[in-house]
């Protein structure tokens, strides 16, 4: 048994102060959007129940599908450091960058450099896709996430990542182990509109296509979320989280997954739980269970 955690889009709060040189375009729109809106929902005390919350369950291994800041600013970036530093030991946390962390051009070079320990490849290199092999499940990293103009947060990929990607597959492929493939922008058709999607997702299912891996774990759409992609032997599960930091007004309270992977012969069987916060106490609760 092999457990993982899934969380994502934290928006770890709360926003740092902003100087007036760092208010330059999208960003001065993303502190209007915060203040007006997002500040309510996002709340430090979901985040301090989830930290407690993942400590009683005890994860072997905990996914973060990325939307770790709102703007990106340096001191979000810095937070959210110390944040995971308190999660887990570095060796047991894959993360990737989401939208917000890419906010506005050059801020996720910053985040990258900051969180490279969580985002490593296992042979040291930098840069994505990467492979953290943790106990018997090979986990990949790739990252969606790009700078857009205000109004847009889609993601994108890139051909150069996709080539890595196939290749990377192509090769943990003959150890016949189960493995997941983590991503912030969801890959299946239909989940965003074009101005939310993963613009390169088609080219990303025909690499699934040739080469599978066992689930898909994306963020993005602050809603929990089923779907499969289509793979050589069957369909492959892709899982989305909702937000790990909201009190529900505006989209889904604070959601995340708990998975229990049982290994075999290379094949796993998966089981799900959901657990969302309760607003009433302060806690996160089971809400659903499912096998894969």
Known sequence: MFRIAHISDLHIPPLPPVSVRQLAGKRLLGLFSWHYKWKFEHRPAVLKALLAHLQDQEPDHICVTGDITFTTLPAEVDLAADWFSRLADPQQISLIPGNHDAYVA???????????????????????????????????????????????????????????????????????????????????????SARRALSDRKKLQEVLVRFPVDLVLHGHLHYPTRATLNGPSGPIPVLGAASASTIGNRKSVAHYHIIDMETAAGQARMTVRHYHYDTETGNFSLSETQTL
């Open 106 to 192: 050059g801020a996720l070079d910053y985040a990258l450099e900051k969180w490279s320990r969580w985002m490593r490849d296992d042979e040291g290199h930098p840069g994505f896709p990467y492979l953290h092999r943790r106990g018997p499940v090979d986990i990949v990293g790739l990252s969606s996430a790009v700078a857009t103009a205000p109004a847009i947060s889609s993601g994108r990929i890139g051909s150069l990542q996709l080539e890595k990607t196939e290749a990377l597959l192509s090769r943990i492929k003959t150890s016949k182990r189960p493995s997941l493939l983590l991503i912030h922008h969801p890959p299946q058709e239909g989940a965003a």
